[in-house]
């Protein structure tokens, strides 16, 4: 069990997927480098970040596209599609961020950015240096479903 990989889905993103396979609003889940990506197209940006939720590992490829954000169809986790932050509970931590390039009649995934690249949270204590003094030390959740 612990030694097992899951098998990556859909192209390889790395080596582009035509403009025609994704239209406005529409979603794809690849792979680059090795992790499942999931790219985003709204209108003529592109966006890519992990494709497994960071709370319950929910699969963002099936969940809703609002505004520039993606919410697991699991739980309901919102993460923004430009930095991979995760915008709204239940998750706590980002998913990865992937720059995007377009050339000519195709989009290409082209490497994982930085924590910080990627636009870490401007109230985050890792953001600011210090501690938000508005911001709870500890979240209970009470409870169920969405």
Do not use: N
């Amino acid at each position: 069990m612990g030694g097992e990989k899951k098998e990556l889905e859909g192209p390889d993103l790395t080596k582009g997927v035509s403009l025609s396979e994704l239209r406005d609003g529409g979603k794809m889940v690849g792979h680059a480098d090795g992790e499942s990506v999931l790219l985003v197209r709204k209108g003529d940006e592109f966006f890519a970040i992990g494709s497994t939720c960071s709370h319950y590992s929910g699969p963002l490829g099936d969940g809703l596209v609002v505004g520039d954000t993606v919410r697991c169809p699991w739980h309901h986790a919102c993460f923004s599609l430009r930095t991979g932050e995760a915008v709204a509970a239940p998750a706590l931590h980002p998913v990865s961020s992937w720059s995007v390039e377009r050339r000519e009649s195709k989009v290409f995934v082209t490497g994982r950015r930085e924590e910080a690249e990627a636009g870490a949270s401007r109230t985050s204590p890792a953001a600011t240096g210090s501690r938000d003094s508005e911001a709870p030390e500890k979240i209970v959740i009470v409870g169920g479903g969405a």
